[in-house]
Structure formats: C-alpha cells, structure tokens
C-alpha cells in the first residue's frame, strides 16, 4: 500500500515524464557536468573531472541532430512577421536560434572528432574546409547566441517597463466604482510583470552563460569552480524550464 501511494504519486508520474524526454535527461546531465566541475576543483577530485567529461560526452551523443530544432524554430519566428512581438525581441531570437543551430552543428563534428570518425589534426580538410580549431569556433557562435538572447532580453525588460508606465497611466483615469476596469487592469500588470520577471530571469540565464564561454574562450580566467557554479545554476533553470514544459 505504501509502495503504491509511492509509485503512483503524482510527483513521482512528473518526474517518469521528465526523464523520458531527451532534454529532461540532457538538462540533468548538464547539471551533473557543472557540478562535477565545481567538485573537481574544491576537492582536486581526478574521480569527479573523469565524470564531467563523461558527462558532457554524452551531452554530446544527447544532442545529435538538434541543431534542426533550431533552424526550424528560426525559419518560424522570422516567417511570423504578423506576431505581436517586438520586432527587436524577434529578429534576435531568429539570430539566437540560427547561431545555436551553427554552435550545436560544430559541436557534432566535436563528437565525431571524439569518436575517431573524423581525423582531430587542426589542418585536416573536411568536405573542402580546413578544419581550424572547430571546438572554438562553436564556443564564438555559442557566445553569439548568448548575446543575441540579452539583446532580446533587455529589450524585453524595457518594453514591460514601458507597458507598465502606460497601464498605470491609464489606471489613473479609470473612475473608482469602475470595478470591473480595475479588475482587468490588475490581471494585465500581474501579467506584465510576469513577462519582466521571466526576462530578468533569462538575462541572468545569459550572463552566467556567458562566463562559461568567454572562459572557453580565454577571454575571462575565472576559477574552475566559478565556472562550474555558472554552469549548475544556469542547469538548474534549464531543469525548471522542461519540468514546467512535461504536462
């Protein structure tokens, strides 16, 4: 009986869902990469930097072919020229999507480097191209798509202040006894500023991100365990994301 209430917990019917998806399983990875990271560095664990490269290996095998889901979702959005999105909020999301698609192709000539498919030498040509340093070429188209996503999201963050001073305008000439007016004025700045909070919280997202590869890069020398920290909180959001995503 206990055993049942156990198994059939609703909780526990979530978490079966979120596991049974590709990206709750990549996102649960990534956090334990990151936190590997961080356990490698404080403890000098050889035990934990073994486990973050297995880790992000099999990120990699997880992520086979998705630079399609964002090529898709780009042609979407900049097809959709007749949203009510913010033009701006737009066309960085299709720039995010196209460098992510570019960033997460890279990283698959990455995996067949690790596999041995293709040869690892910096001066091997691949189809004609001279394969220079892929590994940082998908760190800069990463950073792209990073810059591309605060673009949107400080443009996001302006147009809800923007909304809210007019709402609020528009609230001072609404007559007291208008209560049904009132009422739909509140619901539209809890909205709002749900759309603020979920802009600041992306914008967060990206900058912790950005840690991560400019340190890639060698742009920033940050500690290892600074990195690894970016890398689980910016994880742990990720995880939210798809959790709330699982019906």
Excluded at 19 to 31: C, I, N, P, S, Y
Excluded at 71 to 96: E, H, M, T
Aim: glycine share 4%; charged share 25%.
């Amino acid at each position: 009986m206990v055993c049942d209430t156990f198994v059939y917990h609703p909780w526990v019917t979530h978490l079966i869902k979120f596991l049974d998806t590709t990206a709750g399983r990549e996102k649960v990875l990534r956090f334990l990469q990151y936190l590997s990271r961080f356990i490698a560095f404080t403890s000098k664990s050889v035990k934990a930097k073994s486990l973050q490269l297995q880790f992000l290996l099999i990120r990699k095998v997880l992520r086979f072919l998705k630079p399609l889901n964002h090529i898709q979702l780009a042609s979407k959005l900049f097809d959709n020229k007749l949203s009510s999105q913010d033009p701006v909020v737009r066309l960085a999301n299709v720039a995010k999507n196209v460098f992510l698609a570019i960033y997460l192709g890279l990283d698959q000539i990455n995996l067949l480097r690790l596999f041995k498919i293709l040869p690892v030498g910096s001066n091997v040509k691949i189809n004609g191209i001279i394969n220079y340093k892929v590994p940082r070429w998908a760190n800069y188209f990463w950073l792209f798509s990073i810059l591309s996503g605060i673009v949107s999201d400080v443009r996001s963050i302006q147009t809800a202040d923007f909304e809210l001073q007019q709402v609020a305008l528009e609230d001072s000439k609404i007559d007291d006894s208008e209560e049904g007016s009132i009422r739909e004025t509140e619901i539209l700045i809890k909205k709002i500023r749900q759309a603020k909070g979920g802009a600041t919280r992306k914008l967060v997202w990206d900058l912790l991100d950005s840690v991560i590869v400019l340190n890639n890069l060698n742009y920033m020398k940050s500690r290892d365990d600074v990195v690894g920290l970016s890398g689980v909180i910016t994880s742990v959001f990720g995880v939210q994301d798809v959790w709330k995503a699982i019906k």
